[in-house]
């Protein structure tokens, strides 16, 4: 029973600092995006800011200009919406705005999403 509970104990222990090591990595990634994108609240660039974006709804910064497409698309920006979009956004929103063909390996999609929950908890 003990040698459960300590296994237990390392498995939480060691998935905390895994998923560290993965917003990590997703902070560098998120050069890419911050060609566009602000991490500051209110800051708005080519692109909307991204602080905070996980649970936003889609196309909804009052200080930012959407395209129509955006505006009506209806996500909600969940990991899973946000991984799937920077995969290939015209797929997920067409005709929407954003001049970027989008991130292939999913490794590194799943980081720039773990930065983006951790950066803005």
Known sequence: ????????????????????QHASRGQKLFGECAACHSEQKGVQSIGPDLHGVIGRKAGSLEDFRYSPA???????????????????????????RMPYAGMADA????DLVAYLKEAFK
């Open 70 to 96: 955006m505006k009506r698309s209806g996500l909600t920006w969940t990991p899973e919406a946000i991984e799937a979009y920077i995969a290939d956004p015209q797929k997920v929103v067409p005709q929407n």
């Open 1 to 20: 029973m003990n040698r459960i509970l300590i296994f237990t104990a390392l498995i939480f222990f060691f998935s905390g600092k895994v998923l560290a």
């Open 107 to 110: 490794r590194d999609r799943a």
